[in-house]
């Protein structure tokens, strides 16, 4: 492990919390949004992610950036600072806010940002805290970005993929030779036959004066709108709400990053969500399927009976339900859209 540094040279754990979960609907609302579901364990996934952090011994902060409407829901959690952006606008604009207010107190931290709706089995835990230090060290004695990628179990297409160079640094990290959108899945299959390649989870750290130079250079427009705010001369609402892969790291040069072999998930929808909260159980309750196949159902007041059908997605709270192929779970959002569109509020 890293020694801790001294206060003028901190490292700073950030979650990021500002995901809607618009795919997760109506699992996630805005009373509840989905960093405040649980899975797998009987805390949220916002506070398996700062336990997670806080497992590593070199950070000296946990601190969280969001929106501040959803600074209610952080009364319950103890954190050390919290970075809180007017309006949400992407990941973008919440990494560079939160390192602009880093570098103003201490210009040599190190930054290590992890989304909160990622899913690691707690029995992870020490490994995932590994590869973080491992992660920071290189980062900062380099001055780069590195990036944690997993090493792909299955031809997923619902994850961007980095494909990494033969061109490796200290510690069997390796520089990001290419950034892979979401492949198809004939394009998927041939990505998990490369050994170079691996699923992007999000998860990276750099000397937070090397992620503002890598904004000013590659997001100017978002680094100028966010310094305009700060200095009181311009609205958050202008700042542009692109994520951050998009506005600087697909983009830059001095990207690194560490092949790591933890369980990870990201928790993006209700097909994801739902598989993982029956991965242990051999069936899952009240339900009962009579030639039907291959379903996820949470429905937890009823009985739910399925006859004749396959591969569907069932959800139910106290005033909606939800019923799609698992092929076509990521138009749940679409849903969404529409109860905006038509100002059912209610539903939210």
């Given at each position: 492990?890293?020694?801790?540094?001294?206060?003028?040279?901190?490292?700073?754990?950030?979650?990021?919390?500002?995901?809607?979960?618009?795919?997760?609907?109506?699992?996630?609302?805005?009373?509840?949004?989905?960093?405040?579901?649980?899975?797998?364990?009987?805390?949220?996934?916002?506070?398996?992610?700062?336990?997670?952090?806080?497992?590593?011994?070199?950070?000296?902060?946990?601190?969280?950036?969001?929106?501040?409407?959803?600074?209610?829901?952080?009364?319950?959690?103890?954190?050390?600072?919290?970075?809180?952006?007017?309006?949400?606008?992407?990941?973008?604009?919440?990494?560079?806010?939160?390192?602009?207010?880093?570098?103003?107190?201490?210009?040599?931290?190190?930054?290590?940002?992890?989304?909160?709706?990622?899913?690691?089995?707690?029995?992870?835990?020490?490994?995932?805290?590994?590869?973080?230090?491992?992660?920071?060290?290189?980062?900062?004695?380099?001055?780069?970005?590195?990036?944690?990628?997993?090493q792909p179990t299955y031809a997923a297409i619902?994850?961007?993929?980095?494909?990494?160079?033969?061109?490796?640094?200290?510690?069997?990290?390796?520089?990001?030779?290419?950034?892979?959108?979401?492949?198809?899945?004939?394009?998927?299959?041939?990505?998990?036959?490369?050994?170079?390649?691996?699923?992007?989870?999000?998860?990276?750290?750099?000397?937070?004066?090397?992620?503002?130079?890598?904004?000013?250079?590659?997001?100017?427009?978002?680094?100028?709108?966010?310094?305009?705010?700060?200095?009181?001369?311009?609205?958050?609402?202008?700042?542009?709400?692109?994520?951050?892969?998009?506005?600087?790291?697909?983009?830059?040069?001095?990207?690194?990053?560490?092949?790591?072999?933890?369980?990870?998930?990201?928790?993006?929808?209700?097909?994801?969500?739902?598989?993982?909260?029956?991965?242990?159980?051999?069936?899952?309750?009240?339900?009962?399927?009579?030639?039907?196949?291959?379903?996820?159902?949470?429905?937890?007041?009823?009985?739910?009976?399925?006859?004749?059908?396959?591969?569907?997605?069932?959800?139910?709270?106290?005033?909606?339900?939800?019923?799609?192929?698992?092929?076509?779970?990521?138009?749940?959002?679409?849903?969404?859209?529409?109860?905006?569109?038509?100002?059912?509020?209610?539903?939210?």
């Amino acid at each position: 492990m890293i020694a801790k540094t001294s206060p003028e040279n901190m490292i700073y754990g950030v979650v990021l919390a500002g995901g809607s979960g618009e795919r997760l609907w109506p699992l996630s609302r805005a009373s509840k949004p989905k960093q405040l579901l649980t899975l797998g364990s009987d805390k949220t996934l916002l506070e398996q992610s700062l336990a997670r952090l806080r497992s590593v011994d070199s950070i000296d902060s946990v601190c969280v950036t969001s929106a501040k409407t959803f600074l209610p829901h952080l009364a319950q959690y103890e954190v050390d600072r919290i970075f809180a952006e007017p309006v949400a606008r992407n990941t973008g604009p919440a990494i560079l806010y939160s390192c602009l207010k880093i570098y103003e107190k201490n210009p040599d931290a190190v930054a290590v940002f992890s989304p909160a709706d990622a899913y690691i089995p707690d029995e992870d835990t020490n490994l995932f805290s590994n590869y973080v230090a491992r992660m920071i060290q290189f980062a900062r004695e380099r001055a780069c970005i590195t990036l944690m990628g997993v090493q792909p179990t299955y031809a997923a297409i619902g994850y961007g993929y980095i494909e990494y160079s033969d061109m490796r640094g200290k510690d069997s990290i390796f520089k990001v030779h290419q950034f892979r959108e979401k492949p198809s899945k004939e394009l998927a299959q041939t990505y998990i036959q490369q050994s170079n390649m691996l699923w992007n989870i999000g998860m990276f750290a750099a000397p937070v004066s090397v992620f503002i130079e890598e904004f000013k250079q590659h997001a100017p427009d978002m680094f100028q709108a966010m310094q305009a705010y700060m200095s009181g001369d311009g609205l958050y609402e202008d700042v542009p709400s692109v994520a951050v892969d998009y506005a600087v790291i697909e983009k830059s040069e001095n990207s690194w990053v560490l092949p790591v072999d933890f369980s990870w998930c990201d928790v993006g929808n209700l097909e994801m969500f739902l598989s993982i909260k029956y991965s242990q159980a051999k069936e899952m309750p009240n339900v009962i399927q009579v030639n039907a196949h291959n379903s996820l159902v949470e429905v937890p007041k009823k009985l739910v009976a399925l006859i004749g059908v396959d591969d569907l997605c069932v959800v139910e709270t106290d005033d909606a339900l939800v019923i799609t192929k698992r092929s076509e779970v990521e138009k749940v959002r679409e849903v969404v859209g529409q109860l905006k569109k038509n100002k059912q509020v209610e539903y939210l």
